[in-house]
């Protein structure tokens, strides 16, 4: 059994793709043995491309309205108790100049989907003044779905990157995780222009998200390798009390790490984040997500004041903590297990 799912393993590392009902042997039949097995290689690639370094991001999560109604996140718009907030233009960008000083050179601007309030325009702007102020770092938006025309004039303001989780790469479950209007084609429809408009692109779906089964994510892995994006956002799903999966189990982190392996030996090259989930599931998750084959860390850069209100799911991490130790924190995590913080831009080569 167990060698089996090296032998699949080995063969992902030097192929770089399976079969569908390969994927589902993996994802059904992995144990912590073949885990660590996946793991140690993934690194050795990891280690390969990057060497002991560890790119940086740091995340302004500028609004928590969304005009949308994702039955997992803590922020949809039925969530009465969520209390909302916006950031100014000015705060936005002070908060990119003190990440500047802590060595960070990828700003990522988050947010519901606000675009009333923050239409195309208004992020343009805000990545011009961003790209002036900053010329040696790169911006990357995570702003939920938008049209062509949007997503093409904040690239042309200079918008480098954009992470936009497909969530799922089978229309079932995602009619299952989201509401009625939100439409599968569309968000598949964004991804490919995102791609046509020359963003560095994020894909990525949550592990153990309500109704996933191994199918799911082999369909979610055949999709990556097809999509083939320059980044893969992949956490636990978590959940939140005011939300209608409240009452779900949480996602495997043991299933997070393999996965992150396998995204690695995959795409070798793609940049990799251990996320924010991935460290409220388990407290040193972030160093053994690196230690599976990650390359990338977002620390927040919000506003101390307003963290706790972009909850996404319930505990999540660093939300009492200023910029500036969350910066400390991590460059100390990263040191422990022999790896160190890269002051560039890191894009995707
Ligand atoms: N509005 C943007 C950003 C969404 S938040 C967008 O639509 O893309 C970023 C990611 O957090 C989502 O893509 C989702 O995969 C993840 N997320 C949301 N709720 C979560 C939960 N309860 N547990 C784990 N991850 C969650």
């Given amino acids: 059994m167990s060698d089996r799912i ?53 995340i302004v999560e500028f609004s928590n309205v969304c005009k949308n109604d994702c039955l997992y ?46 239409p195309a325009k208004r992020i343009a702007d805000i990545v011009a003044r961003i790209k002036q102020n900053h010329p040696d770092c790169a911006v990357t938006l995570s702003l939920g779905e938008m049209e062509y025309d949007d997503l093409k004039l904040m690239r042309e303001a200079g918008a480098d990157r954009y992470l936009l989780r497909h969530e799922t790469a089978t229309k079932s479950l995602y009619e299952k995780l989201h509401p009625e209007k939100m439409s599968f084609e569309h968000r598949m429809t964004c991804l490919k222009w995102l791609k046509e408009l020359g963003y560095q692109t994020g894909a990525g779906m949550m592990i153990g998200a309500p109704y996933q089964t191994s199918e799911d994510l082999a369909d979610d892995m055949l999709f990556l390798h097809d999509f083939k994006p320059e980044m893969i956002g992949t956490g636990p799903f978590l959940p939140h009390k005011d939300t209608p999966f409240k009452d779900m189990q949480k996602g495997s982190y043991e299933l997070t790490l393999f996965v992150l392996s396998l995204c690695r030996l995959m795409l070798p090259r793609v940049l990799l984040p251990a ?27 919000s506003p101390t004041a307003v963290r706790k209100k972009y909850m996404l799911y319930d505990g999540k991490i660093c939300t009492e903590d200023s910029s500036s130790e969350c910066r400390n924190c991590l460059s100390a995590r990263m040191k422990r297990i022999g790896y160190e913080i890269e002051v560039s831009r890191g894009d995707y080569k």
């Fill in 6 to 58: 090296k032998g699949l393993i080995d063969k992902l590392e030097t192929e770089h793709t399976l079969k569908k009902e390969e994927w589902v042997e993996l994802f059904d039949g992995y144990t912590d043995e073949t885990r660590e097995y996946a793991a140690k290689k993934a690194r050795g690639v990891s280690l390969e491309n990057f060497g002991n370094k560890i790119y940086i991001r740091g």
């Fill in 275 to 301: 996320t924010t989930a991935l460290g409220t599931i388990r407290p040193n998750g972030r160093e053994q997500g690196v230690l599976a084959g990650a390359n990338v860390i977002m620390p927040n850069l």
């Fill in 73 to 118: 996140c803590g922020i949809r718009a039925s969530n009465k108790n969520a209390q909302r907030y916006r950031l100014t233009d000015e705060e936005i960008l002070s908060c990119c100049d003190e990440g500047y000083e802590y060595g960070f050179r990828t700003f990522v601007l988050q947010s519901g989907e606000d675009y009333n309030e923050y």
